[in-house]
T-cell receptor, first 114, second 114 residues
Framework: SAVISQKPSRDICQRGTSLTIQCQVD?????MFWYRQQPGQSLTLIAT?????????ESGFVIDKFPISRPNLTFSTLTVSNMSPEDSSIYLC???????????FGQGTRLTVV | AQSVTQLDSQVPVFEEAPVELRCNYSSSVSVYLFWYVQYPNQGLQLLLKYLSGSTLVESINGFEAEFNKSQTSFHLRKPSVHISDTAEYFC????????????FGAGTRLTVKP
C-alpha cells in the first residue's frame, strides 16, 4: 500500500486568491492523480500528473485555473487559482497500485472560499 | 469508456439489520471493481476489490460484494450493520490494461440508526 500525506487538511480562503495543495507519497510512483469532490458529490478527476511532463487535464479543467507541479516521483502540488465560492470542495490526491489496481488517497483538503 | 451507477443515494437502516448497496457498471471489456468507504472529514479507504477469480470478495469488517458478470453488478452487502458503518460508500471501476482511468459512482450514504 501507499501512504499519502496531503496538506493543508482544510482552509478558508478569500475569493480571488490562490491556494496550493501539497501531496507527498511514501514511495515513488509514475502517476499522481488530482480529484475534486464537490459537496455531496462523487469524485471528479481533474488531472493526471506525470513526473517530468505537463499534466493531462480532463474536460472542463484547464491549466490556468489548476496548475500542477510534479518535480519528482514522490511529490505533487495542485494550485487552485483565482478562487470563487464555486471552487469550495474537497480536493484529493491519489496514486494507483499498478499490480493490484486499487487507488490510494490522501485525507483530502477541504477548501471553503468566502 | 467504463462507467458506474449507484442506484441508491441514501440508505437508512437500523443497527444490526442487513444492508445492500447496489452498484452496476458498464464496460465493453473486462473490469476491476472496487468499493471505497469515506468517513466524515476523511479521504477514501479501500473496502474491497474484485480483480479476477472468486466472484465473492470480503472485507475484514464483515462487508462482502459479489461480481455478477451477467447482470454487470457488484453489490455490497453486510448481514448486520453497526453504528460505526455510517459513511459514504463509493463503487469504482477500472479496466485491467488502463487502470489509471478509475471511474466512481455517485456514492451511497449509509446511515445506521440505533
Amino acid at each position: 500500500s501507499a501512504v499519502i500525506s496531503q496538506k493543508p487538511s482544510r482552509d478558508i480562503c478569500q475569493r480571488g486568491t490562490s491556494l496550493t495543495i501539497q501531496c507527498q507519497v511514501d514511495s515513488q510512483v509514475t502517476m499522481m492523480f488530482w480529484y475534486r469532490q464537490q459537496p455531496g458529490q462523487s469524485l471528479t478527476l481533474i488531472a493526471t500528473a506525470n513526473q517530468g511532463s505537463e499534466a493531462t487535464y480532463e474536460s472542463g479543467f484547464v491549466i490556468d485555473k489548476f496548475p500542477i507541479s510534479r518535480p519528482n516521483l514522490t511529490f505533487s502540488t495542485l494550485t487552485v487559482s483565482n478562487m470563487s465560492p464555486e471552487d469550495s470542495s474537497i480536493y484529493l490526491c491519489s496514486v494507483v497500485n499498478p499490480g493490484g489496481g486499487e487507488a490510494f488517497f490522501g485525507q483530502g483538503t477541504r477548501l471553503t472560499v468566502v | 469508456a467504463q462507467s458506474v451507477t449507484q442506484l441508491d443515494s441514501q440508505v437508512p437502516v437500523f443497527e444490526e439489520a442487513p444492508v445492500e448497496l447496489r452498484c452496476n457498471y458498464s464496460s465493453s471489456v473486462s473490469v476491476y471493481l472496487f468499493w471505497y468507504v469515506q468517513y466524515p472529514n476523511q479521504g477514501l479507504q479501500l473496502l474491497l476489490k474484485y480483480l479476477s477469480g472468486s466472484t465473492l470478495v470480503e472485507s475484514i469488517n464483515g462487508f462482502e460484494a459479489e461480481f455478477n458478470k451477467s447482470q454487470t453488478s457488484f453489490h455490497l452487502r453486510k448481514p448486520s450493520v453497526h453504528i460505526s458503518d455510517t459513511a459514504e460508500y463509493f463503487c469504482a471501476v477500472t479496466e485491467p490494461y488502463n487502470n489509471n482511468d478509475m471511474r466512481f459512482g455517485a456514492g451511497t450514504r449509509l446511515t445506521v440508526k440505533p
